[in-house]
T-cell receptor, first 110, second 111 residues
Framework: LAKTTQPISMDSYEGQEVNITCSHNNIATNDYITWYQQFPSQGPRFIIQGYKTKVTNEVASLFIPADRKSSTLSLPRVSLSDTAVYYCLVGKAAGNKLTFGGGTRVLVKP | SQTIHQWPATLVQPVGSPLSLECTVEGTSNPNLYWYRQAAGRGLQLLFYSVGIGQISSEVPQNLSASRPQDRQFILSSKKLLLSDSGFYLC??????????FGPGTRLTVT
């Protein structure tokens, strides 16, 4: 299983862009990169998933360089409600074991 | 649309007592099902996953067990709880690549 490394915490301010980088040096050829968001006392919620280059949805963008050894989740113009823990996961098809690391605790300040 | 239910929402149990947490999924068939535990301020630890009725894979040796008596029902059990079993228990389901949908969770406090 590819292990992921991400910063423990990040602070930001309302309206700013937040970029969280995740390292996954041992990513396998058929692994996808997935990001989840978790609020206190709730289950994680899927944000975005990608395999290579760039993926964008209504919530975030995911940038993946050619070597796929890292990825960056970009949250544009964050608000206070984006304060949460963000997890980076690397894995294959559903049913395979996924490892949630400690995540990155993002605090958005007014 | 698909929904996932967990109960109870909160539970306080004494050490040595049994445990039964239930998870059900609606609106999908043959989902993969997962049980996670999250200690306070920590990440999620995968405990069990199931790809079908009666098929359970255990990730961590412990005093917990899981069962899947029906396609969309997943049960987490223990015969005797330990203090270290306290935590936030999350059930999740998935069908496609890595996108897991989580339930509301059960906060268990073992006293």
């Amino acid at each position: 299983l590819a292990k992921t490394t991400q910063p423990i915490s990040m602070d930001s301010y309302e309206g700013q862009e937040v970029n969280i980088t995740c390292s996954h040096n041992n990513i396998a050829t058929n692994d996808y990169i997935t990001w989840y968001q978790q609020f206190p006392s709730q289950g994680p919620r899927f944000i975005i998933q990608g395999y290579k280059t760039k993926v964008t949805n209504e919530v975030a963008s995911l940038f993946i360089p050619a070597d796929r050894k890292s990825s960056t989740l970009s949250l544009p113009r964050v608000s206070l409600s984006d304060t949460a823990v963000y997890y980076c996961l690397v894995g294959k098809a559903a049913g395979n074991k996924l490892t949630f690391g400690g995540g990155t605790r993002v605090l958005v300040k007014p | 649309s698909q929904t996932i239910h967990q109960w109870p929402a909160t539970l306080v149990q004494p050490v040595g007592s049994p445990l039964s947490l239930e998870c059900t999924v609606e609106g999908t068939s043959n989902p993969n099902l997962y049980w996670y535990r999250q200690a306070a301020g920590r990440g999620l630890q995968l405990l069990f996953y199931s790809v079908g009725i009666g098929q359970i894979s255990s990730e961590v040796p412990q005093n917990l067990s899981a069962s899947r008596p029906q396609d969309r029902q997943f049960i987490l059990s223990s015969k005797k709880l330990l203090l270290s079993d306290s935590g936030f228990y999350l059930c999740a389901w998935s069908v496609i690549w890595d996108e897991q949908y989580f339930g509301p969770g059960t906060r268990l406090t073992v006293t």
